[in-house]
């Protein structure tokens, strides 16, 4: 679910494509809008307000009234996206299921997948810390490109789990993680932190996570919540 500024909702959909809520009136945008896929697995707003899509048939943007490709190359424009983001310096980044994570600066195209370090092709989710590094969440842990050096976390340096499902950045600069297995990981610049069933959690599989205007961290399980 993605707010909008006019208080309408935006909702990504399993089967039914995205869903606009505003003023009790539901809008569905299909396949005739420009939306790729009816599976719909992420929603972002970017810098300049426009909303975009991820979808298991790629990445869409929209316009007012459609929803446009972005210049990708065709077989990344094509394949699944599974999340959404633009740094700070306005390069939109892209989670996919087959080609590791790629940038998009202006006309320029950047792939990161596993010839560049990645330690798999399958990413979730991207995030970026105040000092302009860009984390990458995958199947097989967590990467940090920092200057276009590949850095990867898994198991052997203190990650709980191998599988993560997103990585969210908070308002003062620490990483968090959602794990398949691990629980919550909490990484402060130095050490993995990791927050289990035993610890409150209602499971340590994670799906998702949020920072809420107060600060909050909202953490989505497969338990419910």
Do not use: C
Request: charge should be negative; aromatic fraction near 8%; avoid cysteine.
């Amino acid at each position: 679910v993605l707010p909008d500024g006019d208080s309408a909702l935006w909702v990504s959909t399993y089967g039914s494509g995205v869903l606009r809520l505003a003023g009790g009136a539901v809008t569905r945008y299909g396949a005739a809008e420009g939306v790729p896929d009816d599976v719909v697995w992420d929603l972002y707003r970017d810098h300049q307000a426009r909303v975009w899509l991820a979808s298991s048939s790629g990445a869409r943007v929209f316009d007012g009234q459609h929803w446009q490709a972005p210049a990708l190359p065709a077989d990344v424009a094509q394949g699944g996206v599974n999340a959404v983001f633009q740094a700070r310096n306005g390069t939109m980044w892209f989670a996919t299921s087959e080609h590791g994570a790629v940038s998009l600066d202006g006309t320029e195209v950047r792939r990161y997948s596993t010839a560049a370090g990645l330690p798999s092709a399958v990413t979730t989710s991207v995030a970026e810390t105040p000092d302009g590094a860009v984390w990458i969440a995958g199947a097989r842990g967590v990467s940090r490109i920092d200057k276009g050096v590949v850095t990867t976390f898994g198991p052997a340096d203190g990650l709980p789990a191998e599988r993560v499902l997103q990585v969210l950045v908070d308002r003062r600069g620490v990483v968090w993680m959602a794990t398949h297995g691990g629980g919550l990981v909490r990484y402060d610049g130095a050490r993995f932190t990791a927050f289990r069933r035993a610890d409150g959690l209602s499971s340590d599989y994670l799906i998702s996570l949020a920072e809420d205007r107060d600060g909050a961290l909202w953490v989505g399980t497969l338990a419910g919540g």
